[in-house]
């Protein structure tokens, strides 16, 4: 059975930092794209972040234009892990946070194959 986990989740004043990660089990994503999504209450499942394969150990990262300059997304193969390191957070960012993987078309879309159960990020002002 394919899980993903995620963890790293908190409270964090505005300006902080947090590192949110994804663990993988049941099979590995080495040749997958693999994202991170989030979604505020009231508000729809927004892409903050992936990351995809292009061959042999290159890998490609893209980040929504919200996070620019503040987060990063890293992906460790041998540990079938993702991470997004978040720097400078905001109110604004305030949300549960899902890791994904394996989409079927683009990598900003939500149709993915495989969900994390999500994390809380709660940035206070």
């Known amino acids: 059975q394919v899980q993903l986990v995620e963890s790293g989740g908190g409270l964090v004043q505005a300006g902080g930092s947090l590192r949110l990660s994804c663990a993988a089990s049941?099979?590995?994503?080495?040749?997958?794209?693999m994202g991170w999504f989030r979604q505020a209450p009231g508000k729809e499942r927004e892409f903050v972040a992936a990351t995809t394969w292009s061959g042999g150990t290159t890998y490609y990262a893209y980040l929504s234009d919200s996070v620019k300059g503040r987060f990063a997304i890293s992906r460790d193969d041998a540990k079938n892990s993702l991470y997004l390191q978040m720097n400078n957070l905001k109110p604004e960012d305030t949300a549960v946070y899902y890791c994904?993987?394996?989409?079927?078309?683009?990598?900003?879309?939500?149709?993915?194959?495989?969900w994390g159960q999500g994390t809380q990020v709660t940035v206070s002002s």
């Open positions: 994904a993987a394996d989409p079927p078309g683009s990598y900003r879309n939500t149709d993915y194959n495989y």
């Open positions: 049941g099979r590995t994503f080495s040749k997958n794209a």
